[in-house]
């Protein structure tokens, strides 16, 4: 492997928390704390566990095993989030942990053997395991925020009814090598 799948999953980690933000961003206070029964789970809630889970797999990730004795998974879904800017902490310390061990990878790590529960992976399945997990929760952000503007939801991706025109777009323009994140990131990966 070479570092382009190194920088590929970079982008796209970094683009999955540019929708949860650009989503939290649509939402006030009192949207991002709403659950639609007692089973399921608030923003705030999916946020607080994204973070633990991020934090128990990105510290020391190299030499101790990705289901910390620390992490407390099931206090993750109780409601202990207050306020946007505590909402806000988590998810930026949970990411920056993320980003942190990503950055002091190189293409000669890939293949070393991790534990996530005393089970081995590579390093590259221990990424793409949480570059499924991730987005799936980044997903229900969307979902929620989505059914919490209605109509006044602004779109994160081609809008409904625009398909034609933005793939005119790309169309006009010659073929060229590009992540499919570069248009939405103007910024790199944290």
Request: charged share 25%; with cysteine.
């Amino acid at each position: 492997m070479t570092d382009d799948y190194l920088t590929s999953v970079q982008k796209q980690f970094a683009y999955y928390k540019l929708l949860g933000e650009k989503t939290i961003d649509q939402l006030t206070d009192e949207q991002l704390f709403w659950q639609y029964n007692s089973e399921s789970n608030s923003i705030a809630i999916i946020v607080k566990h994204l973070r633990g889970n991020m934090l128990s797999r990105w510290t020391d990730f190299l030499t101790t095993d990705g289901e910390k004795e620390w992490r407390s998974r099931e206090s993750e879904f109780e409601p202990t989030i207050n306020t946007r800017e505590e909402l806000m902490a988590n998810w930026n310390e949970g990411w920056e942990c993320l980003f942190s061990a990503l950055r002091l990878l190189t293409p000669g790590d890939l293949q070393r053997e991790i534990f996530i529960r005393n089970q081995g992976h590579t390093i590259t399945e221990a990424i793409n395991r949480q570059l499924a997990h991730y987005p799936y929760h980044v997903g229900q952000i969307v979902f929620i925020g989505k059914m919490a503007r209605d109509t006044d939801w602004t779109s994160l991706s081609i809008p409904k009814g625009k398909s034609a025109s933005y793939n005119a777009e790309k169309f006009i323009k010659p073929k060229q090598k590009a992540h499919f994140t570069d248009e939405f990131l103007t910024e790199k990966p944290d």
